[in-house]
Nanobody
Framework: QVQLVESGGGLVQAGGSLRLSCAAS????????MGWYRQAPGKQRELVAG???????NYVDSVKGRFTISRDNAQNTVYLQMNSLKPEDTAVYFC?????????WGQGTQVTVSS
């Protein structure tokens, strides 16, 4: 059974930092492309950051220079370091693992940034 479990969300003031973790079980994380998505109330889910199996990263423009995605294949875990948080970063953040036709999602973790 595949599970992706996010943690690290919470309430933080604008300008603060949070580190999200996504712990995977039931899959070999190293072969998967991993992504962090977010969905704010009334908005579509968007890709925030992605990292390929080879370590190549990509970010949505709004978080470039503030967020960093990384992976620890030995720990089967992916991270999202979020710095200089803004109120518009408030959303539920989801972890995704993708490899060919295999696509898995976590349950999400709430991030709330107060102004």
């Amino acid at each position: 059974q595949v599970q992706l479990v996010e943690s690290g969300g919470g309430l933080v003031q604008a300008g603060g930092s949070l580190r999200l973790s996504c712990a995977a079980s039931g899959i070999i994380l190293s072969i998967y492309a991993m992504g962090w998505y977010r969905q704010a109330p009334g908005k579509q889910r968007e890709l925030v950051a992605g990292i390929s199996s080879g370590g190549t990263t990509n970010y949505v423009d709004s978080v470039k220079g503030r967020f960093t995605i990384s992976r620890d294949n030995a720990q089967n875990t992916v991270y999202l370091q979020m710095n200089s948080l803004k109120p518009e970063d408030t959303a539920v953040y989801f972890c995704n693992a993708n490899w060919y036709r295999s696509d898995f999602w976590g349950q999400g973790t709430q991030v709330t940034v107060s102004s």
